[in-house]
């Protein structure tokens, strides 16, 4: 019965996610019903004890990452960075490698720091208009930007500054860096099978005659792409390539600079006890919000009259886009630590826990529950709150590196997360005007080579040895 409990929690959360309501609204009315329904007496308490102190305390380590990267992108595309960065890349790889092109150009703008739904809005006008002149079919556009936005620059390639990377730090005390040749690997799977997958697509719609569609029956067509004047695509790839040279050198020098831990007194009338605070569990959360701050630094240093002129009104919607995607996140959190702590859970744990190899219990751990809530972010942060001390344990005893650790949960929690009712899948057939009927089923094939990719890495390390 407890576990039937906790499924229907899972089930319920997943269920209004799909049909559009807010989880910051259900995720605790979700995980307060399940204990009702257990121990009626411990609602208040674990409300605020547990639900309450777990997703405060999400938005005090990461907020922040989540707040400077909106705004970053909000910049990158008030300053035309992302205009010229695109076509720059159209130029490139010319207009008969459409897909390449916009997989190359999401890569780029997520890699560098821009958030993946800044990506899906400033992405879709020349993905539109690419299909549109090689007369590819407009539903397979959300495909393509899920390859390059939702994939391997997200989680996999080591360094990028998306949460998705960030998360583990805290919980094995590694960096966003952590295992970058298997992290390599991964990438480089996803990418050639993505890519080859999305040209079979194209020419079996070729084969069949079917091209873009008519214009005046698809929804939120955008405008043909009007030229302009942009800046050089060298200098519009200065803040990204500031973001990840400062990101890395950050990563190096704070645990030489603040060493293990480090504390401090505040400067307050009477006793007050010191701060301390455990450098190597926020050290790469502090990397990546200096990167961040000299990437948004940058932007208004090359582009300040094109950037102040709309910034008042930029930053007020970055703003708002990062408090609405933490405290979703938040609330998952919230919720996974709720369900956690009941009886239900453990049927669960033991369940997934008598995997025996560690890797692979960690990997579908993670993906299931990521699945399960609809966020990479929210699924992570769930199994690592509940298991991270197991995951740890059973990695020493086998004599596997807390890295490897951290690119698999990382890498697995973008893997089952894309199923429909994900924020991110909403959205960017919201942006593209299409239906779940329409487009989904080139997102799902997407969804399932990144979750493939996480056990081809594991299958690398065990094979190789690499880390």
């Not at 919980?171 to 970058?180: L, V």
């Not at 582009?303 to 002129?309: D, E, Y």
Request: charged residues 10%; proline residues 5%.
């Amino acid at each position: 019965m407890s576990f039937l409990i906790v499924l229907a929690a899972l089930c319920f959360l997943m269920f209004v996610a799909y049909r559009g309501y807010s989880v910051i609204l259900f995720a605790p009315i979700a995980a307060l019903g399940a204990v009702l329904l257990t121990d009626p007496s411990l609602v208040a308490p674990m409300f605020t004890g547990l639900f309450m102190d777990k997703m405060v305390g999400f938005l005090k380590l990461y907020f922040p990452v989540f707040l400077l990267g909106a705004i970053f992108g909000k910049l990158i595309e008030l300053s035309g960075f992302s205009k010229s960065i695109v076509k720059a890349v159209i130029g490139l790889l010319g207009t008969e490698r459409a897909m390449l092109s916009i997989v190359a150009v999401c890569a780029v703008l997520t890699y560098g720091g821009v958030s993946l739904f800044v990506v899906v809005f400033a992405v879709y006008p020349f993905a539109a208009e690419l299909f549109r002149q090689g007369d590819i079919p407009k539903r397979l556009i959300p495909g393509t930007i899920a390859l390059g936005a939702f994939t391997f620059t997200m989680d996999a390639l080591p360094g990028t500054p998306q949460i998705q990377n960030i998360i583990p730090t805290s919980f094995f005390g590694t960096t966003t860096w952590a295992a970058p040749w298997l992290g390599t690997i991964g990438a480089v799977f996803i990418l050639i099978v993505g890519i080859t997958y999305l040209e079979w697509r194209r020419r079996a719609a070729k084969r069949n005659g079917e091209g873009y569609g008519d214009p005046a029956t698809l929804l939120n067509e955008p405008a043909a792409f009007a030229e302009s004047r942009l800046a050089h695509p060298l200098l519009a790839l200065t803040p990204l390539v500031l973001v990840g040279v400062v990101n890395k050198l950050l990563t190096l020098w704070i645990p030489v600079v603040y060493g293990t831990s480090h504390e401090f007194v505040p400067a307050v009338i009477g006793k007050a006890a010191p701060v301390v605070q455990e450098v190597s569990k926020v050290a790469a959360i502090w990397a990546v919000q200096g990167a961040l701050l000299v990437g948004i630094a940058s932007v208004l240093a090359l582009a300040w009259k094109p950037v102040t002129a709309q910034f008042a009104e930029g930053a007020k919607n970055a703003i708002g886009g990062a408090m609405l995607a933490a405290m979703n996140t938040a609330s998952e959190y919230g919720f996974g630590a709720v369900i956690a702590a009941l009886p239900g859970f453990l049927v669960v744990a033991n369940a997934l826990g008598s995997i025996p190899n560690p890797l692979i219990n960690e990997a579908i751990t993670v993906t299931s529950l990521a699945g399960i809530t609809g966020s990479a972010s929210g699924g992570m942060s769930i199994a690592l709150a509940a298991m991270a001390e197991t995951f740890i344990a059973n990695a020493n005893a086998a004599n596997i590196p807390m890295d490897v650790l951290h690119r698999v949960a990382s890498m697995a929690s973008g893997g089952m997360d894309t199923l429909p009712h994900n924020g991110a899948v909403i959205t960017l057939l919201a942006v593209t005007g299409l239906t779940h009927r329409q487009a989904y089923k080139d997102i799902f094939a997407i969804t399932l080579i990144k979750t493939a990719a996480v056990f081809v890495i594991i299958g690398a390390f065990y094979a190789t040895g690499l880390v």
